[in-house]
């Protein structure tokens, strides 16, 4: 567990010294996913003899990580800094880089750490796993990858598309889940935990998918967007009519 700390510490010092050369401390947010990969494959070779439990989940990780750090990617390129990091800098003032130290980048290492417990824990042993937990894990990973990968695909499509300009995205998932990015996120993360306990790992893993879903519906991602959108054109109707996180069919349009 130390050498997870040492990697991530060191990984996000490396992203703030970039952050604060760049002026933009959005580089968090594409390294987010590559952070976990890297956690996964330093620790690898040091749990030998490891088991399958450890092996799905570091090949888990990574192809959600690079998938994550690909999109996050082409989206900010060459882009200005995210508005929420736009906004810490305007308030932070003089004071901009030793917060953005300790509230941006130390903060998200510190969520790394808890998130990532499902790699980090580690029970030595054999290849045998608990078939049900394993095969229930694999499942809901599998949902939430496919959520969230499905949802930035569509949601990039639309914005691509200049007809769209000014519209509301309410298409495919989006007419499920106002965040189907978000709750994908989360639902992976249960479903690493899941395969962990498959594997011997203690039942306290589950911090990692509590902390993503509580950060996600009541700090850094549903709120902060909702905030963001509830003054656009449309989107108190579409709102009032579409599930916050959780899928669900869409209500009726209430008559005037």
Not at 31 to 36: E, M, N, R, S, V
Not at 207 to 235: D, H
């Amino acid at each position: 567990m130390g050498v997870a700390a040492i990697v991530i510490f060191t990984y996000f010092f490396l992203l703030f010294l970039l952050g604060t050369a760049k002026h933009n401390n959005s580089i968090v947010d594409i390294g987010w996913g590559i952070g976990f990969v890297i956690v996964a494959w330093v620790l690898l070779p040091l749990r030998l003899p490891t088991n399958l439990t450890q092996v799905t989940i570091t090949v888990l990780i990574t192809l959600w990580g690079v998938r994550l750090f690909t999109h996050i990617y082409r989206r900010n390129h060459g882009k200005p800094e995210d508005f929420r990091y736009a906004a810490f800098r305007k308030a932070w003032g003089r004071w901009v880089v030793p917060r953005a130290f300790l509230q941006v980048y130390m903060l998200q290492g510190v969520l790394m750490y808890l998130i990532a417990l499902p790699v980090i824990l580690h029970t030595p042993g054999q290849f045998g796993v608990h078939p049900i937990w394993y095969s229930v894990g694999i499942a809901i990973f599998a949902t939430g990858f496919l959520f969230e990968s499905i949802g930035d695909a569509q949601l990039a499509a639309f914005i691509h598309n200049s007809a769209n300009k000014g519209k509301i995205m309410s298409q495919g998932l989006w007419r499920y889940t106002r965040h189907p990015n978000y709750f994908g996120e989360a639902t992976m993360w249960w479903g690493l935990a899941f395969i962990a306990i498959s594997g011997g790992i203690p039942v306290w893993v589950f911090i990692s998918p509590v902390t993503i879903t509580l950060l996600l519906l009541f700090v850094s991602g549903v709120p902060l967007l909702e905030k963001n959108m509830k003054s656009r054109p449309g989107y108190a109707e579409y709102a009032q009519q579409t599930s916050i996180f959780f899928p669900w069919f869409p209500r009726k349009k209430e008559s005037s």
